[in-house]
């Protein structure tokens, strides 16, 4: 009776042994075969391209426009540069400038000519939430105006559209009936800063 | 032969003496249209006007009934005059009247009273006849009572102009006289009462100022302007000769710099008609200040104030773009310009800027782009010479319609320089000019400028729009530079003239 005990127990030890021994082997086996089983490395996030522009944004003194660089993404294009230089220009200015293009205003589209026009269609709170004013008038207009021509290769003129259409002013001062060329006695002659 | 000739001239005049005694002076119908006189006759003591007088303004019809009375129609409805009763029927009512409408000849002749009290009801709009200063007032033209007494204490004396209801007024300080400018129709004037050794005369000029007029020792005088529910009051304190007046009395208190005294200036050359645009008006509010200043309510009231000085002035007639709160286009204010063949054409505005620190006039010509410069060339070469009936020829100059600016940039320029430099010299800087793409000056066939005359996002200049001084600076201003444009060189010849201008 004795005997039977001792086998049982050695028989038990015996088994307990071999299962930690399958363990052991198989958690060594998992950290070796790594090399074998293909797992998709995590891609590093892509660097957007990007390219500096010039944009003009409302001068302190409130009376000129003041030529700052910024990076815009870079786009596939002409047009789509375009809009991408307009989409930025409608963000608010970095301190100390002024914003010159009335709050809610969004880009509906834009078009260029092969005769070097560009045509920019602006949302009507250009025009609903314009401040007034000649001065003001004439910074929201060649904000935009100065900053397609000097940016964009090609582009000499820039007509402004509201809401799809031509449109005599944007605040009952300045004539966008036709496509304006750049105006730079608007622009302070500081050199511009770079703003990231 | 001498004797009965030189008896019958005596005679003519003694007749034509006592009927003029006879007729009192002609009543002033003042309506939209303007003023006219309508005569007055004395019948039995009463003041009767003529009815065919009185329907080359008021639409009726006359008609003698079988008892020889009179049938008046106006619009429809009917008053019935019977004859040698001072009664009329008017549409079924009785009104009485001082004396019986009564025939003179062919005419029919009815007693002053008629008119507010019978033709009023019926003719759909007012009709009021104000005794005392002979005026008969037609729909709703603004005619205010004014009230003017003299005052004197030790060797000051004072003028207080009272003005009921109350109306805008401006007021003009020169060496011998202070014009009162009052924005109405026409003037209820009562006799002056009083006197005052400082003054010499109160006299009433058309359409609505009152000129005072002052003795020639008396010393400087100084105004002070108050508005109340029921009046205006202007108050005139005029000082012994080398004495400042002094008007602690007289509140609200003067600002440091006094207020800008307006200069006689020579007539106006060959300037004859000049067009003021005052800006936006209607849902169009233009720039609105801090304090909720309106654009469109500052350069509407100095327009009408510019209006009264230019035609006061410089002889000049005045033609407003719009003269009261509504909506124009910027079309509209182009053809009324060009139509009324303007000479000088000056639009008002109040600037806006994102600095709110901003402050100061700014001055504005037409810039032309390639297209407007192809166009100022081509002007004068599309010049077209017709032979005309009886020989000679015929200058037909062409221009696009939409660009006829092109032909007086330098002269705008010129207005624009005048403009800017009419603040020097008043406590304020050279305006700066700028060439700028506007609107409303692309069509104009004119010199032509655009006055800013300060930054209503500016509190400060929000604040200064509300006294007399500020507008009276800018319209001094505006006053200064088209006098001297006026009467400055003549304007740079048009390509082709004299030119039957035709437009394309």
Known sequence: ?196 | MRAPAALAVLLALLLTSLALAQNPAPISVVSAAGRRALPATLVNGQEYVSLDDVALFLPLSLREDRQGGLIVTVRGKTIVAPRDRPLVSVDGRVVSLPGPVTRAGTRWLAPIDFLPRALGPVAEQRIEYRRASRLLVLGTVRVPRVTTRLESSGATARVTVEIAPPAGVMTVTDTDRVVVRIDADALDVAPVAGAAAAVAQVRVDQPASLTVLLAPASGEAKTTTSTADTMTRVIIEIAPAGQAPDTSSAAPPQPAAPAPALVLAPAAGGVRTVVIDPGHGGEDAGVKGPGGTLEKQVTLDLAKRLKSVLEARLGVHVVLTRDDDRAVTLDERTATANNAKGHVFVSLHMNGSPAPARTGPAVFFMRLDREGEDTRREAGAQALALPVLGGGTRIIETIRWDLAQARHIEDSQRLAALLAGAFQGRGGAPAPVHPAPLRVLAGLDMPAALFEMGYLTNAEQEKGLATEDVRSLWVQAVYDAVSQFATGPAPAPVPAAPAARERR
Not at chain 1, 27 to 49: E, F, I, K, N
Not at chain 1, 65 to 94: N, S
């Open chain 1, 1 to 196: 009776m004795k005997r039977t005990m001792l086998f049982g127990l050695a028989g038990f030890t015996a088994l307990a042994l071999l299962g930690w021994g399958v363990n052991v082997g198989l958690q060594y086996l998992g950290r070796t075969s790594s090399p074998d089983v293909p797992v998709a490395p995590t891609p590093p996030p892509a660097p957007t391209a990007r390219i500096t522009a010039t944009l003009f944004y409302g001068a302190p003194d409130g009376l000129s426009l003041a030529p700052v660089r910024v990076d815009v993404p870079l786009a596939e294009g002409a047009v789509a540069q375009g809009r991408q230089i307009v989409r930025a220009l409608l963000q608010p200015p970095p301190a100390p400038y002024l914003a010159v293009i009335p709050r809610g205003t969004t880009l509906k589209a834009l078009y260029l000519t092969t005769g070097g026009d560009a045509f920019v269609d602006l949302s009507a709170e250009v025009s609903t939430n314009h401040p007034g004013g000649t001065q003001a008038e004439l910074l929201t207009v060649y904000a935009i105006v100065n900053a397609m021509t000097t940016n964009l290769q090609g582009v000499q003129r820039v007509q402004l559209l509201i809401d799809g259409r031509e449109a005599d002013t944007v605040a009952g001062h300045v004539d966008v009936r036709r496509p304006l060329e750049r105006d730079p006695s608007l622009v302070r002659q500081d050199p511009p800063p770079a703003v990231q």
